[in-house]
């Protein structure tokens, strides 16, 4: 048998992890300097505690997971008839009941309304964890990638908006990526929907308009029109997504268009918080960008996208604000707020544009080798002192040429090698060899314990 993966999953090697764990680390350490505590959900989750979440077009990449016991013959004929009622698009309990998880958004509020009457509010959290999407894998989209999430639950303040924007600008420039922070309001569309004949339009215009940077303007327009909107209402939805400009002029033009329906006006006046509040250095990288309308049912207020300036790629990251997301799980009123890292499409930007700094494949520092058995064992007691002493260094398995020792270390990167042979181990020295820059030395075996690598 050919050994395969699932389509749309990777193995990843020293190299990649070790990368990976640069922009985990990276993120993590500004989360907790915001005061974001960790927090970690279940690889699955109920079926029920997922569909309807996310909207007509996420309910379909959902990973359904099977339910186990099916090896009982007496449940074969049922799950014969079960699988064919799925196949027409239904979900059937005693087939599947879990799922993977999507997301990590719904995970936490699902979390937040089991012990809402434990937490101190607002509750910060941070989570970096896998998720799963039947997607149909492409450059930067898989179906098995990492989310890192930074929610604020118990709170309606706009100073969390402020915050999440910072962590943004935050992240990316201490990962050296200069990006395009876009910003919106599903109020702006609340109202849009309402100037194009009321809010039950609202779903229809932001699946289409979601798909702007995909499909273009004329595709979005026959898909308005398939969902049943007039042209007198495309017309003024094609005039909003024309709105250009500085970030100044975009809302002027929106003003005009919008301005005088209350819900648009307080999506206009919570945008403008948050450009006047935040300090230059992060509204230098902010663009407010009515086209975005991010997909999903449960945003209700601001939105966010990410994108990488520089380089082909979706949104590296986005999220917003959802203020009843816990109701769906009967407790209600608990607004929220939050931003996600896509951290497969950060690592393939930084991959694209060289940003990982050279230390970051710091592995093995040291190999020692192996010269036989007494040489080996006094080699073995010096490596353990070093190890003690927080220095990475491993010993070749087998006495080897020397010739196969080196290539080994060579391979893997390591920076010296330390060579004890029969003379050395009579005199108590070593010989360290940088191999980076070809030079030797000898040193007693206590001075190498105290030296400086």
């Not at 339009?201 to 702007?212: E, N, V």
């Not at 449960?298 to 203020?323: C, H």
Request: charged share 30%; with cysteine.
């Amino acid at each position: 048998m050919k050994a395969t993966l699932p389509q749309g999953t990777r193995d990843f090697s020293a190299e990649v992890v070790r990368k990976r764990n640069y922009i985990f680390n990276t993120i993590r350490s500004v989360f907790e300097l915001y005061g974001f505590q960790p927090l970690e959900t279940p690889a699955m989750e109920n079926l029920e505690t997922l569909m309807g979440k996310y909207g007509e077009e996420g309910d379909k990449l959902i990973f359904k997971i099977l339910n186990n016991g099916l090896d009982n013959p007496a449940k074969h004929a049922q799950a014969k008839q079960d699988f064919e009622k799925v196949l027409e698009g239904k979900n059937i309990k005693g087939l599947t009941e879990r799922a993977l998880r999507y997301d990590l958004t719904i995970p936490f509020a699902r979390y937040v309304a089991m012990n809402f009457g434990q937490l101190t509010l607002p509750f910060k959290r941070y989570q970096i964890q896998p998720v799963w999407r039947a997607d149909r894998p492409q450059k930067g989209r898989y179906r098995e990638f990492y989310q890192c999430d930074a929610d604020v639950v118990g709170s309606n303040s706009l100073l969390n908006e402020a915050e999440l924007t910072s962590i943004y600008s935050t992240v990316f420039k201490k990962l050296g990526i200069d990006v395009e922070i876009r910003i919106n309001s599903r109020k702006i569309l609340a109202a849009l929907a309402e100037l194009c004949g009321g809010a039950d339009k609202m779903m229809d215009i932001t699946i289409a308009i979601d798909k702007l940077d995909k499909i273009g303007m004329e595709k979005v327009k026959e898909e308005l029109s398939q969902r049943g909107l007039n042209d007198e209402q495309i017309l003024k939805i094609e005039n909003y997504l024309l709105i250009s400009g500085s970030n100044e002029e975009k809302i002027l033009a929106l003003k005009n268009l919008i301005g005088d329906i209350e819900t648009g006006k307080k999506g206009i006046e919570e945008i403008e918080f948050i450009i006047d509040f935040l300090p230059s250095s992060v509204t230098n990288q902010l663009s407010t960008d009515f086209t975005l309308a991010r997909g999903l049912n449960y945003y209700t207020g601001i939105i966010f996208e990410i994108k990488a300036k520089g380089v082909q790629m979706g949104s590296i990251g986005g999220g917003g604000r959802y203020d009843d997301l816990t109701g769906l799980f009967g407790v209600p009123n608990v607004p929220g707020v939050g931003i996600s890292f896509g951290v497969d499409r950060i690592y393939d930007v930084m991959e694209e544009l060289k940003l990982f700094p050279e230390t970051v494949q710091a592995g093995t520092k040291i190999l020692f080798f192996n010269l036989g058995d007494a040489e080996s064992k006094t080699a073995f007691g010096l490596m353990q002192q070093l190890r003690e002493k927080g220095v990475a260094a491993e010993i070749f398995h087998e006495n080897a040429k020397f010739d196969k020792q080196f290539k080994y270390a060579d391979k893997k990167g390591i920076a010296y090698a330390v060579i004890i042979g029969s003379k050395e181990l009579q005199e108590g020295t070593c010989v360290v060899k940088d191999l980076k820059r070809g030079e030797q030395k000898t040193l007693s075996q206590s001075e190498l314990i105290d030296a400086d690598f």
